[in-house]
């Protein structure tokens, strides 16, 4: 089975600097998916990014990037110039790439952005 | 298009009562998964359904939770007897197939049982 874990229950910063969020995993799998969701208080959870395993190039998305260690099956989320609007709870995931595409969540990193 | 629906958004039942809570997936999407997220925690894996094929319900916690969907829309989890510890979140999420696609996420379902 697989795990994911989040050891930063939570983080505070100020806006405009950057944040890194740290998730680590558990697989025996070498081909899967692996995820960064934001769940505001709204509940709606909305992807942020996602890398394929099998990719070395680390995945980016205009102010958010990850750090993709396959072997040390880790995979942090870096927020440069964070906003207000980043507060959020943030979720890692993992998904294996055969099989049932469900997703295996951690559990979470609630960001706060202070102005 | 519009997104992933779900109601009620809030159902507040007494222990013991069964419920149905309902799922609409986008239009077109044939996967459909449900989730559930207890107060402060990720969320768990409850069910998946993928076209015809036979759902995986390897994550229901009990036989007190069942599924169903109807062809490639609507789905409906039930909670039969409800008890406290079935007090969460309960969100579904769709994608346009089972080999990888994003899965696009309901507001969910916030189920209290007192």
């Known amino acids: 089975a697989q795990t994911v874990t989040q050891s930063q229950p939570e983080m505070s910063v100020q806006e405009a600097e950057t944040v890194t969020l740290s998730c680590t995993y558990d697989t025996s799998e070498n081909n899967y998916y692996l995820f960064w969701y934001k769940q505001p208080p709204s509940r709606q959870m909305i992807l942020v990014i996602r890398?394929?395993?099998?990719?070395?190039q680390n995945a980016t998305e205009n102010r958010f990037s990850v750090n993709f260690q396959k072997a040390a099956k880790s995979f942090s989320l870096k927020i440069s110039d964070s906003q207000l609007g980043d507060t959020a709870m943030y979720f890692c995931a993992f998904m294996k790439r055969a099989g049932a595409q469900k997703l295996v969540f951690g559990q979470g990193t609630r960001l706060t952005i202070n102005p | 298009g519009a997104g992933v629906s779900q109601s009620p958004s809030n159902k507040v039942t007494e222990k013991g009562k069964d419920v149905e809570l309902r799922c609409d997936p986008i239009?077109?999407?044939?996967?459909l998964y449900w989730y559930r997220q207890r107060l402060g925690q990720g969320l768990e894996f409850l069910i998946y359904?993928?076209?015809?094929?036979?759902?995986?319900k390897s994550g229901l916690p009990s036989d007190r939770f069942s599924a169903e969907r109807t062809g490639e829309s609507v789905s409906t989890l039930t909670i039969q007897r409800t008890q406290q510890e079935d007090s969460a979140v309960y969100l579904c999420?769709?994608?346009?197939?089972?080999?990888?696609?994003?899965?696009?996420f309901g507001p969910g379902t916030r189920l209290t049982v007192l």
């Open positions: 359904f993928q076209g015809n094929s036979a759902p995986d």
């Open positions: 239009s077109g999407h044939t996967a």
């Open positions: 999420a769709s994608s346009l197939k089972a080999v990888y696609n994003e899965q696009f």
């Open positions: 890398q394929e395993a099998y990719k070395q």
